[in-house]
């Protein structure tokens, strides 16, 4: 006898749709009443061991709670991803970003990667390259402190975790002007002081200076750093500043090189020649600090 085709479809659909609800049936049945998917381990890659055994206790304490009373968080398909972020951040305040991925039936792999400080607010707190503002799990007291009068602090919600990031106000890209300002450190402790102030004013001045504050550099973030780092170079292989610095580096009060393409400096009980654009003070016994300038050619 020959079938119809209309049948034989419509059997076929029957058919598809009982071995989908079997293959369903089986899934489900695996998932929730048995070990098959349950998680036993937590592979955690970016925590130091005391601080992986605490949060292992904690994520073995979350995956006995399902949500909802039904949904099981101990299985691979169900976990609790922010909680977890949630935990880790808790335990380790220098987390930047926490990637949870499966990595077998029974295994989560985690890896957590920390902030990468660039300056220091105050002794508990330090700042990203980026304005992300975090408590260091190290010592960060040989960074550089950063001052800023004219910035905004914006809550976001970064990588499923709340966040704290700083805005300067008058900059074009906050991350471009702390770079900017980190690359031209190295440069200042090579050839003037070591930083260890970095104070960000209103109106885009910045003043870098020495531990005590008693040298320091003055730019301005609204023209381009780098060019105002080269007239620095230019001024101190110019004399009479090149001289003076060979031998009184420590008496210098300040380099500032804000106003186009002229360097102004001061010394402290030093008395300066005269030089193109300079003036000095009249008597070295009255006033004993000097002040001049120099064009950049």
């Known amino acids: 006898m ?28 695996l998932y929730f009443r048995t070990n098959v998917f349950t998680i036993y381990t937590y592979e955690i890659i970016g925590a130091k061991t005391e601080a992986n055994l605490e949060i292992q206790n904690k994520l073995q ?20 991803g922010l909680k977890i972020k949630s935990i880790i951040k ?44 975090f408590t260091p799990l190290e010592d960060v007291t040989s960074l550089p402190k950063l001052i800023v009068s004219s910035s905004t602090i914006k809550t976001e919600n970064k990588d499923g975790l709340i966040a704290n990031k700083i805005i300067i ?71 009479p500043l090149k001289g003076l610095l060979e031998t009184k580096k420590d008496r210098l009060e300040y380099l500032d090189v804000r106003f186009d393409n002229k360097v102004f400096y001061k010394f402290t009980n030093t008395v300066i020649p005269t030089i193109i654009n300079a003036s000095t003070t009249n008597n070295y016994v009255q006033n004993a600090t000097t002040t001049a300038t120099t064009t950049i050619r």
């Open 90 to 133: 808790e335990r380790l305040s220098d987390t930047d970003k926490v990637n949870i991925s499966i990595r077998s039936l029974h295994t989560l792999r985690i890896i957590i990667t920390p902030y990468n400080p660039l300056f220091r607010i105050n002794d508990t707190e330090a700042i990203t390259k980026d304005g992300y503002i």
């Open 61 to 80: 304490e979350l995956s006995t709670v399902p949500i909802y009373k039904i949904i099981p968080t101990n299985k691979i398909f169900t976990y609790r």
């Open 169 to 239: 106000e008058d900059a074009t890209s906050t991350e471009l002007l702390f770079n900017a300002i980190a690359n031209i450190i190295p440069k200042i402790n090579t050839v003037l002081f070591n930083v260890n102030n970095i104070s960000v004013l209103p109106l885009g001045d910045i003043i870098i200076s020495d531990e005590f504050m008693k040298s320091n550099i003055k730019l301005s973030f609204l023209v381009n750093l780098d060019k105002e780092w080269s007239n620095v170079i230019s001024a101190i292989d110019t004399e």
């Open 2 to 29: 020959k079938i119809k085709r209309s049948t034989f479809n419509h059997w076929r659909k029957i058919t598809i749709r009982a071995i989908i609800l079997a293959i369903l049936f089986v899934f489900f049945y």
